[in-house]
């Protein structure tokens, strides 16, 4: 009995952390992108709030059309992962061609709140001489360092989006080929600026308040 008692504390100390920095790990990327840092504060991420990121990395060649592929799962109170779904192309989506594909969230304005995202990407990569929409990319050094997105709220549509921890895998594909250039994994935490709700145990931990 006390050993199984202990087993139930235990996994709801884990479950219960909070992630307090960016963890990434390389699942089989090829030689040809590499990403030597990735750097994201405030964590956990606060939505809505300013998210600061900095990126370090280089393309070895010209890569063309490429295709990107989302899998995010949210960690639960029982330490078990949820999928979060792709709605209104926000989630666990595939993004078929990635020349096109921040023009597409301006345009197309996903989810009523990715025009301004893609805006702001744009802004990101134009200061450091990349235009997200050529294609193929060359090859080239990239350095972000320190860029401020503002995150929105989440409108109701995304309402998944509940504050905790998640697990993303990113994958990125040569359309031409088929062949794999990017695998990361990542592990983050979220945060909301709302008054925690009970329903939060049940696919995560309870929202937490936040001090602002």
Same mark, same amino acid.
């Given at each position: ?7 139930? +504390?235990?996994? +709801? ?42 990126? =370090? *990395? ?5 890569? *063309? ?61 134009? *200061? ?12 080239? =050094? +990239? ?54 709700? *009970? ?14």
């Amino acid at each position: 009995m006390v050993g199984k008692i202990f087993f139930v +504390l235990a996994s +709801l100390s884990v479950a219960l952390a909070e992630i307090t920095q960016l963890q990434m790990t390389d699942c089989g990327s090829s030689s040809d992108v590499r990403i030597s840092r990735v750097a994201i504060t405030p964590m956990p991420i606060q939505i809505p709030g300013d998210l600061h990121i900095s990126v =370090d *990395g280089s393309l070895m060649r010209a890569i *063309g059309s490429s295709k990107m592929m989302l899998s995010i799962k949210r960690k639960t109170f029982l330490g078990l992962e949820v999928p979060i779904p792709c709605i209104a192309h926000v989630g666990s989506c595939t993004y078929d061609n990635l020349c096109t594909t921040v023009n597409q969230m301006i345009t197309e304005n996903w989810a009523g709140i990715m025009a301004g995202m893609g805006k702001q990407i744009n802004t990101m990569l134009s *200061g450091v001489g990349v235009n997200a929409s050529q294609c193929p990319q060359p090859a080239r =050094d +990239l350095h972000i360092n320190d860029f401020t997105l503002q995150l929105p709220s989440m409108p109701s549509i995304l309402s998944f989006f509940a504050a905790g921890d998640y697990h993303i895998n990113i994958k990125v594909n040569e359309n031409s080929d088929g062949r794999q250039l990017v695998c990361m994994d990542l592990q983050l935490s979220v945060t909301e600026h709302k008054e925690p709700s *009970g329903s939060g145990w049940l696919f995560g931990r309870r929202k937490r308040r936040s001090l602002y």
